[in-house]
């Protein structure tokens, strides 16, 4: 979740509107399936994600 913040901060930095929404999008949905899987009761712990690739691949 760490570099998700990270990606966010620095697109805001550069001043990179795109990529500061995706990452903001990246971040809201991994946390939600995060969230879900707790709430679901599952012992498994949730996929992560590979932000960078994700962020580059809407960018």
Same mark, same amino acid.
């Given at each position: 979740?760490l =570099?998700?913040?990270e990606?966010?901060?620095? +697109?805001l930095? +550069?001043? &990179?509107?795109?990529l +500061?929404?995706a990452?903001?999008? #990246?971040? #809201? /949905?991994?946390?939600?399936?995060?969230? $879900?899987s #707790?709430l679901a009761g599952?012992? &498994? %712990? %949730?996929? $992560? /994600?590979d932000? =960078?690739?994700?962020? &580059? +691949? #809407? /960018?």
């Amino acid at each position: 979740m760490l =570099a998700e913040h990270e990606a966010i901060y620095n +697109a805001l930095c +550069a001043r &990179d509107q795109l990529l +500061a929404q995706a990452s903001a999008i #990246v971040h #809201v /949905t991994t946390s939600e399936v995060r969230l $879900r899987s #707790v709430l679901a009761g599952s012992s &498994d %712990p %949730p996929p $992560r /994600t590979d932000t =960078a690739r994700v962020i &580059d +691949a #809407v /960018t």
